[in-house]
């Protein structure tokens, strides 16, 4: 059925520890997890400036993307020029590590994406010129890493190509020096074109995201980044789950499923948050038709809008996901999540419908689910959607003090069952 050998020796039951570059401990040896987020340069000038993070809950930024050089080379901010040397001197005396995320989904616009990857990876000549132009970059701006986003591998062929464009990037820039990270669908339609096997040796971490199950590609409504899913998500186990899932990944436990029984440590997997919410109008559950829209466009709220106005936020424990429905005036939202994820807006407009997105009570129980599979950490698509740092409505925030409770002297209060907004 698949084109590679699963790992003999490493998957799931497996008692191997993650490897030493892709978990830390603190002096007594427990785990520390990562908690690491993207910082998306179109975003920027909706964020506070780089001197005002909050650097004390993050672990990694991944700087997303290198496609506008004014913005990450020129723009006026912090006294310096650019947001990426921004963050890279706002960075400075602390741990967190500043890499270049290159591709992405794109837009069809400012964006470019991964339109170039397949091209660029089949060709010796043209991977030079990537590596030269990398080199650059990280020297340049004075990185920590590169974080590969190419979204996606579509043939086995391309699968060969991405692992050979690794393990360049890896021979080019060696660890412990310089990180190396990946982000990589959760769907099995993506995974099953690489070999996972040899994939993982070459980089640090690996970025599941584990989100977008759901969108207007699909016939139905449904939860866009449960943990859980049918055929008995209340008595899925990690193993149960990999056992039961055979032609696609629909949530983000058989993901890690997946790349556990491929032999990826661990410890090198980040679960993906996505800071947004997907909204099927028309609908007011899972499992439901919607107004699809036109165009294929998508409908997408910031995470830090949500619940919106009059609507109460649920949480649905079974498949670990959040939402809700707007019935009317809550409008708004974004046609388009340009690079991934993430749209804006609201104020007037018709009625959103369902709308499937993560509250903090959803992140601390992926935070748990990370910390009893000791996975890497968790990551964050992406900051500038989040609540403030300082409210108990950041997800980011929430995720570190879940990942770290046994540091934390008070838990977190925005762990709430249901939430209401009010109208306004």
């Known amino acids: 059925m698949y084109p590679f050998q699963r790992s003999p020796s490493v998957g799931l039951g497996s008692n191997e520890l993650p490897s030493q570059n892709s978990v830390h401990r603190s002096g007594s040896g427990i785990p520390m997890h990562w908690n690491a987020v993207y910082y998306a340069n179109w975003r920027a000038n909706d964020m506070p400036p780089p001197s005002s993070l909050n650097l004390g809950y993050i672990s990694h930024i991944f700087y997303a993307f290198a496609c506008n050089e004014w913005v990450d ?55 030079e010129r990537f590596l030269s132009s990398a080199a650059d970059l990280m020297h340049k701006f004075q990185l920590d890493g590169l974080d590969i986003n190419w979204e996606h591998p579509e043939t086995l062929e391309q699968g060969y190509d991405y692992n050979t464009l690794l393990y360049r990037l890896r021979e080019r820039f060696p660890s412990p020096a310089y990180l190396l990270t990946t982000a990589l669908s959760a769907g099995e339609w993506v995974l099953s074109k690489i070999n996972l096997v040899e994939a993982h040796l070459y980089v640090d971490l690996i970025n599941l995201m584990t989100y977008d199950f759901s969108g207007p590609w699909m016939p139905l409504s449904g939860h866009h980044a449960q943990l ?31 790349l556990l029984s491929w032999g990826v440590p661990a410890g090198k997997i980040l679960l993906g948050i996505p800071v947004y919410g997907r909204a099927f109008p028309g609908a ?18 910031d995470y830090r809008e ?19 429905v707007d019935f009317g005036g809550g409008g708004g939202g974004s046609s388009s999540s340009s690079g ?48 403030e740092v300082g409210t108990e409505r950041s997800l980011v925030a929430t995720g570190y003090r879940a990942l770290h409770s046994w540091m934390m002297s008070t838990s977190n209060g925005g762990a709430g069952g249901k939430r209401r907004r009010g109208g306004g």
Not at 229 to 237: G, L
Not at 284 to 301: C, D, L, M, S
Request: aromatic letters at 8%.
């Open 73 to 127: 080379e020129r723009q006026p901010v912090d006294g310096t020029e650019g947001y990426l040397r921004a963050l890279v001197h706002r960075k400075r005396d602390s741990k967190v590590k500043v890499l270049l995320s290159i591709g992405g989904g794109g837009n069809g616009g400012d964006i470019v994406g991964s339109r170039n990857f397949a091209a660029v990876a089949a060709s010796p000549v043209a991977v």
């Open 228 to 258: 859980y899913a049918p055929p008995d998500p209340q008595k899925a186990t990690l193993e149960a789950t990999a056992a039961t899932t055979t032609s696609a990944t629909t949530s983000g436990s058989s993901g890690v499923a997946y």
């Open 284 to 301: 007011n559950g899972i499992n439901q038709p919607y107004e699809r829209g036109t165009a294929g466009g998508e409908k997408v709220f």
């Open 306 to 324: 949500l619940p919106l106005p009059g609507t109460e936020e649920v949480h649905d424990a079974v498949f670990c996901a959040a939402y809700c």
């Open 340 to 387: 991934g994820g993430g749209g804006g807006g609201g104020g007037e407009g018709p009625a959103a419908g369902f709308i499937s997105y993560d509250s903090p009570r959803t992140v601390m129980q992926k935070a748990q689910f990370v910390s009893e599979y000791e996975l890497g950490g968790l990551f964050y698509w992406h900051l500038a959607a989040d609540a």
